[in-house]
């Protein structure tokens, strides 16, 4: 691998300087300090100040502003540091990136190198991920290898949701909001003890609705798509007896909405500009839009205490049925808008899905100078997606290609880790695991009218080991060091779009395979508490080495969903977070970070869009596939450089409560949507802010709130397909709306 410039350690410390500057303004003396962050990264609940990794954390007062007017998980992109966002789906198939790591394979059975965990249980198929967020108590984003506790497919970090839980005193929450396009959200929670001591229950709901908003100038409805309705509900019960603890989960979803709407020709050729036409409120399409979510799970958590040691089961079910339909040429061929050389509509279904995991921990006590944890793991997931092509514009309902693929992977896994006190100021960490994985894939695809169909077949295995070794050192009581060493990989991966011809019957060698992706990482940093606590800035620096990187050539004129390995690809940066308290009643927070990331593989050529775009990469023509963009030497696609992100909140009280204003804002510069680099397809960078103006009373029984989304109307490309035209998908457009809120 080639080593990384140098020159990002000087762009560190330069930017750490600005931030120390920048912290370093007079802090006017007042009791108030800020709150100690508890978070699980390491499975065990621990100081966020004191655990050796690059954690960053979003708390449910963020949460609740960011996350205002029915937004979807897409809204958590660039809240934290090195977390991207982007999905071509719709409030579902939300796609992570970590330090520039990620994947935009949209194929049902796709895996991703970000883990998702809600309440301690992996949501591993990207179908369950899109599951809103409501009665939150915080979200921890892990960045970089986290394979130790929580396996493969991790090596760019996990993403952790905790919820709320159960407590013995009763407590709830009513929020109702309101706002343009007639979308209205409401959510609540209410929980107590059932049983004095010994049981009790947590109830969560959420609802969001909005009305069609988007005109369809082909059919001349008004209307006609973009609106959505959706629920979700979340009953925990909390048993607590002796030295038995058990903690039961139950959750649902319900979606029913649009899928992504496309727009054909919204990109102008030549460059990246919105076309003169394009509007976020009406499509000219003569195909279909439907999105379609039904989602269940359980889980059930035991803990016993065993007279000092703590065994831990976790046992988790999941299961989901999806139907998205969307019209991918974004218009009408041969009437546009633009030019269009033929239809084309697309859909895909989860019919039969179920997950299973269980894992088994043993744990000692906390406060003893050597804490450990060892534990085993199991996964199981049985997937049958069907994939839809229409391809007759005289009637959009006929099935021009039909595809039947069906997986079945088991994973278990077996780990350890502790964490050693060499000294009063010196701690050892360090853990191992192995992971074992088998992968049985098949797909049958068939063109109806047409003699014949196409079939295959595979079945992949693969062990890995992947372990971490980190030394933490006390400075002082509030400042801490850290190094970490990490390795992580990727499981294998399958699909099965390339089975674009018919004939007999063919072997795995036709499908499209991606070998495992392993990864290391290095990373050094320092977590501080100033000013007598009322302020926080912690800064990591980090390089990545990553060997087989899996990666997705999406669409090009086959609209294809190939995988490929690249030799290998490097990544290197910093995270920056500050948190500073200059009076009682003034909270501010910043986050900054730099990601660098190169494609490193000479050899490797991928077709290119169809539509007429503008390639910039150098090319080589093939004589079967045509036109290849030579990749080596590009940035990893959807991994912008920089991202920043600012919030202020300023309290004022008066003689019942308090008035509030709370502002946000995240930028993130250009962004490449795709392997190869054009003239078209990528995004400019991008600022959004949002701001809330409220009043709460002082016993939180009342509160009321206007707030605005995107409050500059900011107009950017999010993302695109790269197929027969130059459709573009933009961010979501300014919102406002009044929030009611009670407490009891």
Known sequence: ?????????????????????????????????????????????ENQQQVPVSVGTIS????NSVMSGGVDLLALSAQVPSLYAESTFARTFPRFYIRGLGNSDFDLNSTQPVGLVIDEVVQENPLLRGFPIFDTER????????????????????????????TQETEG????????????????????ALIDGVLSARLSMKYDRKDNFIDNTFTGEKDAIGGFSETAARLQLMYEKGPLTA????????????????????????????SSTFSRNSVYQNGQNDLDVSSQGGSLKLEYDLDGLLLTSITGYETADVYTRGDIDGGVAGRGPGFIPFDSETADALPDHAQWTQELRLSNADGERLRWQTGLFYFNEDVTAYGYAYGNASDPRNIFV????????????????????????????????????????????????????????????????????????????????????ANGYRAPSIQSRPLFYFGPDINR??????????????????????????????????????????????????????????????GYGFE???????????????????????????????????????????????PVLGTLAVLDGNSFPNAPKWILSATARYGIPVSTGEVYVFTDWNYRSKVNFFLYTSKEFYSDSKLEGGLKVGYVSDDEKFGVAVFGRNITNEKSLEGAIDFNNLTGIVNEAPFYGVEITSKF
Not at 12 to 39: K, M, Y
Not at 173 to 192: D, F, H, P, Q, V
Not at 247 to 274: E, Y
Not at 446 to 458: E, F, L
Request: charged share 20%.
């Open 139 to 166: 979200v921890e984003v892990l960045r970089g290898p986290q394979g130790t506790l929580f396996g493969r497919n991790t090596p760019a970090g996990t993403i952790s949701f905790v919820s709320k839980k159960p």
């Open 576 to 622: 920056a977070e500050l948190e500073l308290l200059p009076t009682e009643n003034l909270l501010l927070t910043g986050g900054l970070s730099y990601n660098h990331t190169e494609i490193q593989d000479k050899t490797l050529r991928i077709p290119v869009c169809g539509g007429g775009c503008t390639v910039t990469d150098p090319t080589v023509v093939n």
């Open 1 to 45: 691998m080639r080593k990384g410039n140098p020159s990002h350690l000087r762009l560190l410390a330069g930017a750490a300087s600005l931030l120390a500057l920048s912290a370093a303004a007079p802090v006017a003396s007042a009791q108030a300090v800020l709150d100690e962050i508890i978070v699980t990264a390491t499975k065990r609940a």
């Open 509 to 570: 060698d036709a499908l499209s395979i991606a070998k495992a992706e392993t990864l290391m990482s290095y990373e050094a940093g320092i977590k501080s508490n100033l000013w007598e606590r009322k302020a926080r800035l912690n800064v990591t620096a980090f390089y990545t080495d990553i060997n087989n990187q899996q990666f997705t050539a999406v669409g090009g004129t086959s609209n294809n969903n190939t995988l490929i390995n690249a030799d290998g690809g490097e």
């Open 60 to 63: 449910d007062d963020k949460l």
């Open 247 to 274: 903690l039961f989960n139950a959750h649902a979803r319900d979606l029913d909405g649009s899928a992504r709407v496309f727009v054909a020709n919204a990109i102008t050729k030549g460059n990246n500009n919105l």
């Open 402 to 485: 039909f595809t039947d693929s069906r997986q079945e992977t088991k994973t278990w896994a077996v780990f350890g880790q502790a964490s050693y006190d060499l000294t009063e100021q010196v701690v050892l960490t360090g853990g191992v695991r192995y992971n074992d994985e088998e992968k049985d894939f098949s797909v049958v695809r068939t063109m109806p009218g047409v003699p014949g169909s196409t079939r295959g077949n595979a079945s992949l295995s693969d062990g890995q080991v992947t372990w971490d070794v980190a030394l933490t050192y006390k400075a002082t009581d509030d400042i801490n060091l850290f190094t970490r060493v």
């Open 173 to 192: 929450y009513l929020s109702a909001s309101y706002g343009r396009k007639n979308t209205i959200g409401a959510e609540g929670a209410i929980g107590g």
